[in-house]
């Protein structure tokens, strides 16, 4: 100890009032610094990192797998759980009461309305409406979408409402044969959308008088005739829906049908989605045509059996077709809506009849 | 009544792959199907962590709820098991797993669906229990003989945990109580992992974990 305690005591002091000094100084310009709070040690939670990534919450985490397929590097995909509340929450309630009211404004138009006789009765007379190929394909059609509507909708509603009465052993039976033809049969729907398109496209082209058909409802309401040429704008509106639904229908199938083509499982959700949506708005569809196209108008059916309907018939429904027909009976027996030759004003027979 | 559970332990797993073929080699499962699989995220990256992943057994289980046929059920050990005899293949199921657990053979026409196969947690299916059809649909029934999944059982880090939810989350907060949530460079180190050892834990609990 060479240093006096005296000296020491002075050197101590002299360190404090520098260390005041300094702090004083620095405290001027700012605020004092807040002192450190006793916290815990800061360590970020590594398990909510981790999940964060599986669950993809900030971005697609790619991971990588020894197993191959598609999305096998995936290891949580999100929108699982909403397609399982879309399909049990939003679909198949809604799509029984979008059939079931279908069904039911049907009836009602029927108790209402009755069936819509020929105007002026029948004459005997028959006019050459559809060619043999025009039915083949209209029933080719029609049949093929009924086993389709049917086994389509065995999958959707018969948990429900097959399966409790039948059992599981005996629906599972049901269900697959309904699977298996549904997939079998499926594609060929395909042919029946372009055969349709092709045959009966030019004629369903929209033309003038198709509007005024629309504004006076197709006649439904009251009794006054209106216009319409080979198809009537209802009937195109129903052939452009058969179209588009088809083809999204078919198409959206297709993407079910084969999942060898490395589809994300997004994608046939989406598919999936789309399928049942269009199907049951297909199905709703054709509910009316085939309510008009067999009860709901006299003498219609049997332009899609026979290929001829009577003559009044088509004066009454289809007036400028019939015009048309008629002139060119002696030449050709199948007529051809000319959008051309369609020019004249419904006349004599709207006046006729009212 | 056990509520039987996976847990993959993401600190642990080595990406080794043998419970992929354990899985495989046990069950006997069809061509082209994995009923589990090992996915690596940030694979060569720092914080790369590798996690087994197969069906897990859900309490609310998805594929269930949009199932056209109705053919999961869940046991009394909380599995969610399917019939073969039932399913039809429509691929629902794997639409709605979060998990990409159900697996189809390209056994249908045209390689379409064929009935699916899933993880049964080595606890076979509806058939008879030990019998040959309940192999060959669902393979084997190790839960019968009293035994856990064959995956888990050889997992070498025993990073895949199976059993009994209680049991399985106890060992799980041990390891984590002892090492933390993780012990490699993801925000933790060893270093960092050892201040957060509890009181009077140390060099105790390591042997029990």
Known sequence: MTQSPTRHHRSWWLVCILAFTALWASSVPAQPAPPPAASPIMVPN?????????????AAVAGRTQVQGVQTGVLIQKSGEDFRNYRREDFIGPAGM??????????????????????????GKKIRRFPDFDRVLHWFTAILFIFLALTGLTLLFGRFFLLPVIGPEAFAVIASACKEGHNLFGPLFLFSVLGMLIRWGSRNLPHAYDLKWILKGGGIIGTAHVSAGFFNAGEKIWFWSVILLGATVTASGLVL???VFGQAREIMQLALV?????????????????????????????????????????????????????????????ATDKKTHVTAEPGAAAVERT | MANMKFYCDAERCIECNACVTACKNENEVPWGVNRRRVVTIKDGEPGERSLSVACMHCSDAPCAAVCPVDCFYTTED???????????????????????????PESGAFASRGKMDKCTFCAGGPAETGSAAEHRKYGSNRLAEGKLPLCAEMCSTKALLAGDADVISDIYRMRVVNRGASVLDWGVNYDKASLRQSKGMKGKVSSKG
Not at chain 1, 297 to 316: F, K, P, R
Not at chain 2, 78 to 104: E, N, R, S
Request: glycine fraction near 14%.
């Open chain 1, 98 to 123: 979008v059939l079931g009211g279908a069904a039911v404004l049907v009836l009602l138009f029927y108790f209402a309305r009755g069936e819509i006789p020929i105007p002026d009765g029948r004459s």
């Open chain 1, 46 to 58: 590594p398990s909510t990192d981790l999940w964060r990534a599986v669950r993809q919450r900030e």
């Open chain 1, 257 to 259: 049908l084969f999942p």
């Open chain 1, 274 to 334: 789309v399928h049942g949506i269009v199907a049951v708005l297909f199905i709703a569809g054709s509910f009316g045509h085939i309510y008009i196209g067999t009860l709901g108008t006299q003498g219609s059916l049997e332009s899609m059996t026979t290929g001829y309907v009577d003559e009044n018939w088509a004066q009454g429904h289809h007036d400028l077709w019939h015009k048309q027909a008629t002139g060119a009976q002696a030449s050709s027996g199948a």
């Open chain 2, 78 to 104: 909380g599995l969610v098991l399917h019939d073969k005899d039932i399913c039809i293949g429509c691929g629902y199921c794997f639409y709605a797993c979060p998990f990409g657990a159900p697996q189809f």
